[in-house]
């Protein structure tokens, strides 16, 4: 039976400080796919959610921000053993869209408070800019696949995720199913600011802030290319 696999990672809300001193370095050099036959996957739509949280006793003061983009792109080798499938993905970093509206008004009661048009175009401009994501100097989120556990339909990925500039490997669960020429990949992963070297914004010692924890969630399509 076929097996992959796939993840997504994520990214950190628009609202943190500079990083901090990064962790020691990810293994040098990332996995490369062993020679032999494969099946070749292309990404042909995708949809990234991350979901960031306000706290803090003043947390009325702020908003819950919901980051979204349709991006998403790449390929991805289907291999036996499944152990040594591997992919290539990459998401446009100008891609992320704050608070859209249409999106907002699906996403539940944490994110029924509308947020100014203002303030949505404020937040972006940091989540860009070189205190967070530093767009600017590497302008696109590179994810690799370094190795794999599980069995269909659920998996456990390792991604080696490329962001300003560093490189770090996290761990996303997945389910992935396969139908025709199609393949359906869900991931789904709770991540800390840490596992991407950043510091949640905090204001009057602590009494606004943002929460450590981002819920990311990501949904991908692709089809076998003929050759």
Known sequence: MRKFLIAIAALACSCALPPK???????????????????????????????AYRDGPMAQLGHNHLITSNALTGTIQLREPQ???????????????????????????D?????????????????????????????????????????????????RIGIRGEERIIAVPLSVRIDGDMLHVHASVKLHHADLGLTPFSVGLGALRVRDDLDVDCRLEAKRRPD
């Open 21 to 51: 001193p990064p962790p020691p370095a990810a293994p040098a050099g990332p996995v490369t796919a062993p020679a032999g036959p494969y099946q070749g996957y292309e990404v042909i739509s995708s949809q990234v959610e991350i979901r």
């Open 83 to 109: 152990q040594d499938s591997r992919f290539t993905l990459e998401l446009p970093l100008a891609s992320l869209v704050v608070d859209d509206p249409a999106a907002r008004s699906v996403a539940g009661p």
């Open 111 to 159: 994110f029924a408070k509308p947020v100014p048009q203002a303030d949505r175009e404020a937040t972006q401009r940091n989540m860009l800019g070189a205190a967070l994501l530093d767009a600017a100097r590497q302008p696109v989120l590179r994810l690799t696949l370094e190795s794999l556990e599980g069995a269909p339909p659920d998996y456990l990925a390792h991604i």
